[in-house]
């Protein structure tokens, strides 16, 4: 079982900018970030397969929000920009053996961290 600890999420104003860290207990095929807002489905937000030979983001955060990798430090990056309100979430790392953006195919999930957008 993969263990992830996610670090970095807290409370910043709309505009601003946050990176969220996901340090994995071995290497992965996918890493990807999630969010859930209170009331809300978890929905997907970014991805990035091993090497990062393919890069997902969805709609929403595409051209703010960068998804990177260290393979060498087993450690995914999410870098946030231009931070909305409606970005407020709790924001989960989890890993996938197959090339996915849909959460049912990740098999190991972190605890999550909570990000915070006030206007």
């Known amino acids: 079982q993969v263990q992830l600890e996610e670090s970095g999420g807290g409370l910043v104003q709309a505009g601003e900018s946050l990176t969220l860290s996901c340090t994995t207990s071995?290497?992965?095929?996918?890493t990807g970030w999630f969010r859930q807002a209170p009331g809300k489905e978890r929905e997907f937000v970014a991805a990035?397969?091993?090497?990062?030979?393919?890069?997902f983001y969805s709609d929403r955060v595409k051209d703010r929000f960068t998804i990177s990798r260290d393979d060498a430090k087993n450690t995914v990056y999410l870098q946030m920009s231009s931070l909305r309100p409606e970005d407020t979430a709790v924001y989960y790392c989890?890993?996938?053996?197959?090339?996915?953006?849909?959460?049912?195919?990740?098999?190991?999930w972190g605890q999550g961290t909570q990000v915070t957008v006030s206007s």
């Open positions: 989890a890993t996938a053996p197959v090339t996915s953006t849909t959460d049912h195919q990740y098999n190991n």
């Open positions: 071995e290497r992965t095929y996918t």
């Open positions: 990035m397969t091993w090497h990062g030979v393919n890069i």
